[in-house]
């Protein structure tokens, strides 16, 4: 059973560009999260994706966008690249049973893609 | 969302317990309390999990107050390995998204 994977590992960027981050989720897994973390703070929600629908979506603008395929392999899409997008970004994946997050659902993280914004 | 307050940061020697606290004072009754723990340079980690009562894995335990306003987070013999930054999470079973705070960093003295 393979764990979370994303790539890339690390990324460097010049303001307004567009980057897009890859995350394949466990083995068995139906949904993916997505975190952003600035250094020296906690991940912050970005969105989840569940059955390739956006389910759920936290403060962050409309030019970070994301999409989930199929085998529920997911993108985050960062448009218009600001120099406080610099951060890292972290994959989640866990199983949802049909229209309710449950009780545990431990969420199994990636090793995230360092983005620097310059 | 409801909120956790925990301490920057603490110290523990080598194999002493080490009791890591947190306050979620405006936690709702559909809201299970969640820890994580993000070792350097990797993605975090889940640790335990509660609603009510105290629970026990195999990594930590977790004491839940009564009025379940605050939580502790035990590990009975912190090593090396643990010295992590430890997230106390309020995770609603409707949306499953966690909200992380700053999280308390843990250092592990030898």
């Known amino acids: 059973e393979t764990g979370v994977t994303q790539s890339p590992t690390h990324l460097i960027k010049t303001r307004g560009q567009q980057v897009t981050l890859r995350c394949s989720s466990q083995?068995?897994?139906?949904?993916v999260s997505w975190y952003q973390q600035a250094l020296g703070q906690g991940p912050q929600f970005i969105f989840q994706?569940?059955?390739?629908?956006?389910?759920g979506r936290g403060n962050f603008p409309p030019r970070f966008s994301g999409l989930q395929f199929p085998n529920y392999s997911s993108e985050l899409n960062v448009n218009a690249l600001e120099l406080d997008d610099s951060a890292l970004y972290l994959c989640a994946s866990n199983h949802l049973p049909r229209g309710l997050a449950g009780e545990r659902n431990e969420q199994f993280f990636g090793p995230g893609t360092r983005l620097t914004v310059l | 969302d409801a909120k956790t307050t925990q301490p920057n940061s603490m110290e523990s020697n080598e194999e002493e317990p080490v009791h890591l606290p947190c306050n979620h004072s405006t936690i709702s009754g559909t809201d299970y309390i969640h820890w994580y723990r993000q070792l350097p340079s990797q993605g975090p980690e889940y640790v335990i999990h509660g609603l009510t009562s105290n629970v026990n894995n195999r990594m930590a335990s977790l004491a839940i107050a009564e009025d379940r306003k605050s939580s502790t987070l035990i590990l009975h013999r912190a090593t090396l390995r643990d010295a992590a930054v430890y997230y106390c999470i309020l995770r609603t079973t409707h949306t499953g998204k966690l909200i992380f705070g700053q999280g308390t960093t843990l250092q592990v003295k030898p």
């Open positions: 994706y569940y059955r390739e629908e956006e389910n």
């Open positions: 083995s068995g897994h139906n949904t």
